[in-house]
């Protein structure tokens, strides 16, 4: 059956068709990255326990990209509560944070204020074998306290 058909046999509005289309990593990241952009939080996370099922316990590598595009929009949207709990989770699916995920984790901390956090996921980072850039130090300036 073709995605018109679909279409026609659910007569559901239009931006729900997106989800109609075939499920594949790169689909995956494309409708998540499309749920934060509108700042459709809720929406993304459930869509992320999606992926999550499709993908992620079954090749824990495809996740990181998955997740890094949440915490982007969580961070973005000042939801460093679940910031923090998808990342925990992330880590206990088996996916491995990258220099991408620790940077967006530390401007979580900005967020919320924590230099103490901030100075853990550098520890963390470095010990993962991921060197600082500039972006993380931009980040971990914003949280000293002032």
């Not at 058909?5 to 729900?16: A, L, M, S, T, Y």
């Not at 998540?32 to 316990?57: D, P, W």
């Not at 000042?78 to 923090?84: L, R, Y």
């Not at 925990?88 to 699916?93: A, F, P, T, Y």
Request: glycine share 4%.
């Amino acid at each position: 059956m073709r995605n018109h058909e679909k279409r026609d046999q659910f007569k559901c509005p239009f931006w729900k068709l997106v989800f109609l289309v075939e499920h594949n990593h790169v689909n995956e990241l494309i409708k998540l990255k499309s749920l934060g952009e509108e700042g459709m939080i809720r929406e993304m996370i459930q869509y992320l326990h999606v992926a999550e099922n499709l993908f992620i316990y079954s090749n824990p590598s495809l996740g990181t990209d998955m997740y890094n595009i949440v915490l982007h929009y969580l961070v973005e949207a000042q939801e460093s509560n679940m910031a923090i709990e998808v990342f925990k989770k992330m880590k206990l699916c088996g996916c491995h944070p990258d220099s991408t995920t620790y940077n967006t984790m530390i401007d979580c901390c900005s967020v919320i204020r924590s230099y103490r956090s901030a100075s853990l996921l550098i520890a963390m980072m470095i010990r993962e074998g991921f060197c600082p850039v500039v972006c993380t130090y931009t980040a971990l300036i914003k949280v000293l306290p002032v």
